[in-house]
């Protein structure tokens, strides 16, 4: 009776019989219809698994095939995804991405918000060639080793300095997954974690997805404090702690010398690990960085985390973690799980573009525009807002960290920036627990050039200025 589309025919024949059914009703045996329309046994159970994915029916083995509570709308109606809720019940519901919730912004719109360079700033003729010189290699696409490459490995090893060998180095998709993946791999579900307030909010999220409960330790204007963590680590038990330690993301504060060799020593003393994340070292503003933590410390409590993202493009997807001891060899089994091994293409491009001298040269030219255009931003700020307070002008870094003054919320003026044409990122995210004050977060390398710095500066003055007029009470 039918030819090869007999499948597709039952389906559309039992699509309309299902009209007519209420839901709960039963369908005809898989013997009854094989004997009304004249097909196969497999025509049959294909026809019945495809109106099962759809959604129109549901089999019950053993005891037949039933019309869904739930029928698919005809006519390409509004679906009905309600369901999830009950399905994903008990799990902890992740923040939605700023730059996802804020939509297009309006032409014109000078971007103080994100964490990444503009593309301007970013060397895009110098990752071009390398990943045209990567694809050329003979083993280009090879299946690369599960740890890295052994000469990325080797570049990242002299990077993080001291003592530190290719051996101790697993290179990562970026410095984000790379923290998800430390986060499972350091703690277990329901175990806290201590973290500077305030934090990067990815931080909070991986840490967060992997079932922990970041603890705020206060900062100062020396870094974390080591007495703080002392008594965080005493009162919580927790063998965790993330920190950046070099143009502390959002605040830009750099450590100082003797708290960079103190938490090393609390931590150890905790029986606890240090996530030291290093995102930033490629992004100072052309003074001396410190070395990092993990550079002396020959005994496994740092775990030190580093990346290409951030000073060459948010599509460079390439990190390393520096870890000693059982942490190297669990994260390898980790990586065998999760993905087997980075890309070699990927890797075999950021090879190239780090051993060749423009890479120094682009470095250096990208530390001289982010101190200017931290200078621009900041000169501007103290103008158009004077009563906001800068928390610093940083030695590194994308960010500066500003308090607004009483009566002002970070919610207002973020929300009434955009219709000014200006993009903020809201201070409460960086929070673990309750922000001390309102602040906003402020990108001065996501426009493309400084002179729109000033203009985004005035422009954020009027949005404060519309925010307060807005909020301002209202005589009775």
Not at 134 to 154: E, F, I, M, N, Y
Not at 178 to 201: H, I, K
Not at 215 to 226: E, H, I, K, N, S
């Amino acid at each position: 009776m039918y030819d090869g589309s007999s499948t597709e025919a039952l389906v559309a024949i039992l699509r309309n019989e299902i009209t007519r059914l209420a839901p709960g009703d039963r369908l005809p045996s898989s013997r009854d219809l094989i004997a009304r329309h004249g097909v196969g046994p497999v025509t049959v159970s294909r026809a019945i698994a495809l109106l099962a994915a759809e959604g129109a029916v549901v089999t019950r083995p053993g005891s037949g095939t039933y019309v869904a509570a739930r029928r698919p709308q005809a006519g390409g109606g509004e679906p009905d995804t309600s369901w999830q809720a009950v399905a994903l019940a008990g799990r902890q519901p992740l923040p939605e991405p700023s730059d996802e919730r804020s939509g297009t912004p309006a032409v014109g719109t000078v971007a103080l918000s994100g964490g990444y360079l503009h593309e301007s700033l970013q060397p895009t003729r110098l990752l071009g060639g390398a990943l045209a010189r990567a694809a050329r290699r003979p083993d280009a696409w090879h299946r690369a080793p599960a740890a890295g490459l052994s000469t990325l490995r080797t570049v990242f090893a002299r990077q993080a300095g001291g003592d530190v060998g290719p051996e101790d180095v697993l290179v990562t998709g970026g410095g984000q997954g790379a923290l998800s993946m430390l986060f499972r791999a350091l703690a277990t579900p329901g175990a806290p974690v201590l973290v500077e307030s305030p934090t990067y909010p990815g931080a909070l999220a991986a840490a967060r997805a992997a079932g922990l409960r970041p603890v705020p330790v206060p900062m100062d204007d020396q870094g974390l404090r080591p007495d703080l963590l002392a008594d965080a680590f005493a009162m919580t038990g927790a063998r965790l702690l993330y920190c950046q330690p070099t143009f502390h993301n959002p605040t830009g504060t750099v450590l100082s010398p003797e708290r960079r060799r103190q938490i090393v020593d609390v931590a150890r003393a905790a029986g606890a690990f240090l996530i030291e994340d290093d995102f930033a070292r490629q992004l100072g503003h052309g003074r001396p960085v410190p070395r990092p933590l993990v550079a002396d410390d020959r005994d496994g409590t740092v775990v030190h985390l580093t990346s290409l993202t951030k000073p060459a493009s948010p599509s460079l997807r390439i990190g390393a973690v520096v870890a000693r001891g059982p942490v190297m060899r669990r994260l390898l089994g980790m990586r065998r799980v999760d993905d087997f091994f980075i890309a070699r293409p990927l890797q075999e491009a950021a090879v190239e573009l780090l051993s060749t001298p423009a890479w120094d040269r682009h470095l250096r030219s990208l530390a001289t525009s982010l101190r200017h255009r931290c200078a621009v931003l900041a000169d501007a700020l103290a103008r158009e807002v004077p009563d906001w307070t800068l928390s610093r002008v940083p030695e590194g870094g994308l960010h500066l960290w500003l308090r607004l003054p009483p009566g002002l919320t970070e919610a207002a003026v973020a929300d009434t920036a955009p219709a000014h044409r200006v993009t903020v990122d809201p201070g409460c995210h960086h929070f673990p627990a309750e922000p001390t004050a309102a602040h906003l977060r402020l990108n001065f390398a996501a426009a493309a050039e400084p002179a729109d710095l000033a203009e985004a500066a005035a422009r954020l003055a009027a949005a404060a200025a519309a925010a307060a007029r807005h909020s301002a009470p209202t005589a009775g």
